[in-house]
């Protein structure tokens, strides 16, 4: 399959969302997804003897065995990603988090809001009585306890890269009785990488990748989606080697001596917040250190926010969509430079 063509699939089954839904009806044996090639380390399902009485057990990011009494039916998000996930395998959601992000399914927005994987609206959850709730490893694992005891299972899964995002999709699949779904939607994250590898770039520019809200900004390292999907893109990370935050493991501090040093000629920001906004922050924020103003990316104008359905949360199957804009985008700024640079001018110094 053409890598345009199964993007455009994808494309067209999310158009079509919750109108279009297959009757699947193989049970999940205990066999692990076909995946190696891809490197993807699928989470087991298990039909087991005390399965005999219709349990299924899986077992989630955090190393938990999570058993239930069947396909679950009432199912609470926490993530955008997780929403996007349940409806590309061709579920829905009873509760959705709380977010201004726009999504892309039929129903989705309909679905009650149930407040998010930092801030659970308990009470909410329990109006809808689910089945199950997919929340966030570590983030949620605090709120097990409570959600157990209104009669829900918690599965915990986390998206720090996008091998993560495929494990999610294997998971959710197998949650959901749709393992050769969950097979197609990896396939066509895999096609991305593969022929994004196979066009490396010659000159990657050099990238600061920047997550956050007005009055607070993190540079985003490798170990971080945002900082997995630069590198995968084509990027060059100037902060690769930072330290990280104690409190956020996959971020690090902004350090204006080491990003003068290193110079980025790409600044881009990532946000959950109002792109318009978080953008005049930033620049404020570039302004009270006047060593700024001598980074390449500053003096060219070369400071963008990127789209945050795809950047600022985690984008679950549009991931595709993610990596292809990043990379035009990345594209774009490499031809812009080599441009300057013929030209003798707006190049790095």
């Given at each position: 399959?053409?890598?345009?063509?199964?993007?455009?699939?994808?494309?067209?089954?999310?158009?079509?969302?919750?109108?279009?839904?297959?009757?699947?009806?193989?049970?999940?044996?205990a066999v692990p997804l076909s995946l190696a090639g891809c490197g993807v380390q699928p989470q087991q399902t298990t039909t087991t003897a005390a399965a005999g009485q219709g349990k299924l057990v899986v077992t989630d990011f955090a190393g938990r065995e999570v058993a239930l009494a069947g396909v679950p039916k009432r199912i609470v998000t926490l993530g955008n990603g997780e929403t996007d996930i349940v409806y590309a395998l061709g579920g829905q959601v009873a509760g959705r988090p709380d977010s201004d992000v726009p999504l892309p399914y039929e129903?989705?927005?309909?679905?009650?809001?149930?407040?998010?994987?930092h801030e659970v609206d308990l009470?909410?959850?329990?109006?809808?009585?689910?089945?199950v709730v997919l929340g966030n490893d570590p983030m949620n694992v605090k709120?097990?306890?409570?959600?157990?005891?209104?009669?829900?299972?918690?599965?915990?899964?986390?998206?720090?890269?996008?091998?993560?995002?495929?494990?999610?999709?294997?998971?959710?699949?197998?949650?959901?009785?749709?393992?050769?779904?969950?097979?197609?939607?990896?396939?066509?994250?895999?096609?991305?990488?593969?022929?994004?590898?196979?066009?490396?770039?010659e000159d990657r520019p050099?990238?600061?990748?920047?997550?956050?809200?007005?009055?607070?900004?993190?540079?985003?390292?490798p170990t971080s989606l945002g900082g997995n999907l630069l590198e995968a893109a084509g990027g060059y990370n100037i902060a690769s080697d930072y330290p990280r935050l104690?409190?956020?493991?996959?971020?690090?501090?902004?350090?204006?001596?080491?990003?003068?040093?290193?110079?980025p000629e790409v600044i881009l920001i990532m946000t959950h917040g109002n792109p318009a906004e978080v953008a005049d922050s930033f620049v404020?924020?570039?302004?009270?250190?006047?060593?700024?103003?001598?980074?390449?990316?500053?003096?060219?104008?070369?400071?963008?926010?990127?789209?945050?359905?795809?950047?600022?949360t985690n984008p679950g199957t549009r991931v595709v969509e993610a990596l292809e804009?990043?990379?035009?985008?990345?594209?774009?700024?490499?031809?812009?430079?080599?441009?300057?640079?013929?030209?003798g001018v707006g190049g790095t110094p």
């Open positions: 399959m053409e890598k345009k063509s199964a993007s455009r699939t994808l494309k067209t089954d999310r158009q079509r969302g919750a109108r279009r839904r297959t009757a699947w009806t193989a049970l999940i044996l129903g989705a927005e309909q679905a009650a809001r149930i407040g998010t994987a009470e909410r959850i329990a109006l809808l009585r689910p089945d709120d097990i306890p409570t959600l157990e005891g209104i009669g829900a299972k918690m599965v915990l899964t986390s998206a720090n890269s996008i091998d993560e995002i495929e494990r999610q999709i294997a998971l959710i699949g197998r949650l959901l009785e749709r393992p050769e779904r969950a097979n197609e939607l990896i396939a066509v994250i895999e096609e991305e990488r593969t022929a994004l590898a196979s066009k490396a770039m050099r990238a600061l990748l920047v997550y956050g809200a007005p009055g607070t900004f993190m540079a985003a390292l104690q409190s956020y493991p996959q971020y690090a501090q902004l350090n204006a001596e080491r990003i003068v040093e290193a110079d404020a924020e570039m302004r009270k250190n006047a060593a700024w103003n001598s980074v390449a990316a500053v003096r060219a104008d070369r400071v963008e926010v990127l789209p945050a359905d795809l950047f600022g804009l990043l990379r035009g985008k990345l594209d774009a700024y490499a031809a812009t430079l080599s441009g300057a640079s013929a030209a």
